[in-house]
């Protein structure tokens, strides 16, 4: 790694507590996740302690409801930091965009009594949550997912698997989208199913080219029984919940691209200048430094797209377009910046003696999850021109 320390992203917050809050996080990010983040990643280990932390502080609630124990922070303001902590280490920042979109569901659709219970201890309380979506047949079209809710008098009983599960296994709760009715979106429901629940057991961990420290596994539920008290919302209306919390956690997944990205730069730019060749430091070579300046300005432009997103989100504006399109961008962005950041730091680059290598496996995933960016493109255009004609 080099000697510079990364500068400070130049941010536009709306107050003085956003900025204080920024400040914050930074200081976390430099003490307690950054330092560690290449020799865990390498082992595979996964930071509950970290969670645990941020909990403490705050921070795994802060775009929802105060009086569940939210920050009432706006999503201009939680994005950033999710950049932020993604740029110390992605399977901190992606943590909590998944915690968040696991708790979207209850804030959105439960009912007062429902928030009133289980909220307070899902938003600052130490937990842990995961969002249960993908089956092993059904990633992309959702919409055909099998695991089925059965109902038996005031209980659901579980039965299928779930697939892609970040946090599976150490989850304290999932939100779990199952079949209750016929074939289609219509026929899907929300539950809140506890991560001790007897019936739930969750496969190894997947082995990945890249984060390696998050883990990514297969659930099974086996007649897992959950009461009609956490199913969230109404029958039926689980897709409808699913797609709303889809739409936010685009907008995570592009904050946390546009902070692997950022993390990129600054690895290349502090090696450029610092190594010297025909006398001159690389920065001073024209072609390098045209690299940079499409880095910074790609991150710039990925940037600015999130927060224009977050800001139709804030004011109450549909949304769904524009986070199609910065997951879509974002993420694209931010595997073309971690490529030209190898090819800055030469043969160094290729090596793990540096994280640039590290990032850039980190970032082809962030083109895959919470939709592909092919399915990206397909939410966008069906926007501008309307639904295909079959």
């Not at 280490?89 to 708790?103: E, F, M, N, W, Y």
């Not at 026929?187 to 969750?202: R, Y």
């Not at 600015?304 to 949304?319: E, I, T, V, W």
């Not at 974002?330 to 073309?336: G, I, Q, S, Y």
Request: with cysteine; proline share 5%.
């Amino acid at each position: 790694m080099t000697d510079r320390a990364p500068q400070p992203v130049d941010r536009q917050l709306p107050t003085e507590e956003s900025r204080d809050l920024l400040a914050l996080v930074r200081e976390i990010a430099q003490r307690e996740i950054r330092p560690r983040a290449a020799e865990e990643e390498e082992s595979g280990r996964f930071p509950r302690e970290v969670f645990t932390l941020l909990s403490e502080a705050g921070l795994l609630g802060l775009p929802y409801a105060g009086e569940f124990g939210g920050g009432e922070q706006p999503y201009e303001v939680y994005l950033q930091v999710l950049e932020e902590l993604a740029a110390a280490r992605l399977t901190v920042g992606l943590g909590v965009s998944v915690h968040s979109l696991a708790c979207h569901g209850l804030a959105g659709y439960g009912t007062k009594e429902q928030q009133g219970e289980h909220l307070p201890a899902m938003l600052g309380g130490g937990l842990l949550g995961a969002y249960c979506l993908s089956e092993p047949a059904a990633g992309s079209d959702a919409a055909s997912l099998a695991t089925k809710a059965v109902r038996d008098g005031d209980d659901w009983i579980l039965t299928g698997t779930k697939a892609w599960i970040t946090h599976g296994g150490i989850a304290d709760f999932y939100t779990v989208l199952a079949r209750t009715g016929a074939p289609g979106p219509k026929g899907i429901t929300a539950f809140l199913v506890p991560g001790d629940a007897a019936g739930l057991m969750a496969a190894v961990p997947e082995k990945k080219m890249g984060m390696k420290g998050s883990p990514t596994a297969q659930l099974h539920f086996d007649g897992v029984r959950v009461p009609d008290a956490r199913r969230i919302g109404e029958e039926g209306q689980g897709f409808t919940i699913a797609l709303a919390a889809l739409d936010a956690g685009r907008l995570g997944i592009a904050a946390c691209a546009i902070g692997v990205a950022q993390a990129a730069l600054d690895e290349a730019l502090a090696y450029a200048l610092d190594r010297k060749q025909f006398g001159h430091p690389i920065a001073d070579f024209q072609g390098l430094r045209f690299m940079l300046a499409d880095m910074a300005t790609k991150i710039e432009a990925g940037r600015s797209l999130y927060l224009a997103a977050a800001r139709l989100r804030d004011a109450g504006k549909p949304f769904s377009r524009q986070a199609a399109m910065a997951k879509l961008f974002c993420t694209d962005a931010a595997m073309a910046v971690t490529t030209d950041a190898v090819q800055v730091l030469g043969g160094y680059g290729y090596t793990a003696d540096f994280p640039v290598e590290r990032l850039m496996r980190e970032a082809k995933v962030l083109q895959i999850v919470e939709g592909t960016n092919q399915i990206q493109r397909m939410v966008i255009a069906r926007h501008l021109a309307g639904p295909e004609s079959r």
